[in-house]
């Protein structure tokens, strides 16, 4: 049962003060106490007079015109309601007080009174709408606004915005310094738009929100490409249908500036977002499959097999060739190639999102041409080592607990990079 009181309970309220029920029934019938019942009534009740009755409050104030009231001042021209020396409400004997007594003590309201239509003196009145709408207007004020003290948002500004400035995102700063900085990642979001601390929107990895992406139609020609066939998105849907315990990796390239030559091979695994950085020396098709050979002579072609058992990736030339990709050198097979529809790349969303963090450390039109494998592998170092919500803020790191898993980072030579120390800017790799 929520603790604040509804504008049904509030209608029921007024309902049953009208009809002159105790607040021990009322609260009965609610399931609140009688002391919240008398609170509401009371902080929620609206009086016809809004006049100070700490003043004259005499009922017949405005219209009269008595004089000469005090013996002593029996040449006053003034009239007595306007005289600073005396009171006249305690020498007046037509003296009739505005304020109702009742309304001192329960219902503390007119509602249901038998003389209220009769009734010259102030009235005060509960209503279940007004209350509410009252209600609302306070909570608002009262969640809204900085309610943290001065020395805590320094000490929250202290913390996360050296780790901001790395290009780390608020929620892997949660990961790790959620006890110390003490308020919602909503909260911290609400100050930094605010501008209460050193860094702005503008230092955020990610201040807006992806709009939801349109179904795209493919019309493919009656003719499908010869590498398509039995590799389709709708084939990969079936066969991981019926292999629902193989893991799938996406596969796909990030390119530099133009004329650079280099290009970056990416790996994603679907159950853990952990990426693999391999450098191309050009994206042909040979480049690629020097990448699959060298991995399965590192890792043996049973163990490769376990780790890369359905790869999806998009139409580009370099992954056109899919049976040399499929099968090692000795004519075993050691994965199978799927295709996502062209210009679908949203269908291997995972790869694709990942390579925002990677364009945060080399952005659009940065040449690849001084890159090095070790730039590779320490992008990727830091790129797992950043916490992901949708894994309860774990690193990809934490996710690759399996043998197949630990012989693979070791022999690319990844390691997990402490939480405070991950950067996701450009200035990673300058030298």
Known sequence: MTRHLSLTDRAL??????????FSYIARRLHRSPATISR???????????????????????????????????????????CTSTDCKSICSSYISKHCDKLEK?????????????????????????AHDIYKRELKESRS??????????????????????????????????????????TLYTYINNNVFLIRNMDLPKKVKYRSRRKKTTVLTH?????RRGRTIEDFQVFTETNPDFPIVEMDTVKGARGSGKVLLTFIFRESNFMLIFLLKDGTQESVEGVFDWLTN??????????FPVILTDNGVEFKNPHYLEFSSAGIRRTRIFYCDPQASWQKAHVEKNHVLIRRILPKGTSFQFLTQEDANLIACHINSFAREIFGNKTPFELMNKPEHKKLLDVLGLHQIPHDEVCLKPKLLKR
Request: glycine share 4%.
């Open 106 to 130: 329960p219902p503390y309201v007119c509602n249901g009174c038998e003389k209220e239509h009769n009734c010259k003196l102030v009235h005060a009145y509960y209503s279940a709408n007004r």
């Open 145 to 186: 606004g900085i309610r943290t003290s001065v020395e805590d948002l320094e000490r929250i500004d202290d913390l996360i915005s050296p780790l901001i400035k790395k290009g780390q995102s608020i929620n892997h700063i949660f990961a790790s310094h959620a006890e110390e900085i003490g308020v919602s990642e909503k």
């Open 223 to 227: 003719l499908e490409y010869k590498f």
């Open 40 to 82: 509401e009534i009371k902080i929620h009740r609206c009086f016809t007079d809004k006049g100070d009755w700490s003043s004259n409050d005499c009922i017949n104030y405005r219209n009269c015109l008595k004089q000469n009231l005090c013996s002593t001042k029996s040449l006053c021209s003034s009239r007595c309601k306007f």
């Open 298 to 307: 590192q890792l043996g072609n049973e163990t490769f097999k376990k780790i």
């Open 13 to 22: 309220i007024e309902r049953f003060v009208a009809q002159d029920f105790s």
